[in-house]
């Protein structure tokens, strides 16, 4: 990342429901993406979530953020819903990307998080986990320190949720993705093992 300054030019924050629209966009780069990878498994052009869905979550999140304000915070089911955003103006016009496209767009990452509660039984202990659903950064601002700033707010959001760890599932040939995850401080906790026939 550039050394000419070392505010941030991107801000994270809570999505608001005008952020749906940004937001189905990067869900449909990374259902491509992942369709792209392995057309095998996932069907051309998948869209996980329609725009409307997104509204609906982003609503639930909010209606969990209440909850959550008024101590009811051991609810199964809790959403955190994150998004980043350029904030141009913590940058000098030289500081500014070329592509007028990606400055004008509100939201260039986000990660979609919820947190479940498992009870202890015969085989497991009592944990509260943060698990990361979905995460995207816009392709053309991958490695600007994006989805760094995002992984550390999750890291944050855990910690005050009295989360034990945070988890999430990555496509192994996803190779990017997987060294993204291990230099923020994941490792593999189990796989998933396919043998194809």
């Not at 260039?108 to 950064?137: M, N, P, S, W």
């Not at 392709?139 to 700033?149: C, F, N, T, Y």
């Amino acid at each position: 990342m550039d050394e000419k300054s070392n505010v941030s030019p991107y801000k994270i924050r809570d999505v608001r429901p005008d952020d749906a629209a940004d937001i189905t966009r990067l869900l449909q780069y990374i259902g491509k993406y992942h369709s792209d990878m392995r057309p095998d498994i996932f069907i051309e052009n998948p869209q996980k979530y329609n725009e409307a869905i997104v509204r609906d979550m982003i609503e639930n999140s909010y209606k969990c953020s209440d909850e959550r304000s008024d101590k009811q915070s051991d609810k199964r089911g809790e959403n955190i819903i994150l998004c980043a955003f350029r904030d141009t103006s913590t940058l000098p016009d030289a500081g500014a990307s070329s592509d007028a496209e990606i400055d004008n767009k509100k939201v260039v990452g986000y990660a979609i998080c919820k947190i479940r509660h498992t009870q202890k039984d015969a085989l497991f202990r009592e944990r509260r986990t943060l698990f990361v659903e979905d995460f995207c950064v816009d392709p053309s601002l991958q490695r600007s320190g994006v989805g760094r700033a995002l992984i550390e707010e999750v890291k944050h959001r855990a910690i005050s949720a009295g989360c034990n760890n945070i988890e999430l599932n990555v496509w192994e040939c996803n190779r990017g993705a997987v060294l993204f995850y291990e230099a923020c401080g994941f490792t593999t906790q189990r796989r998933i093992m396919e043998l194809l026939l």
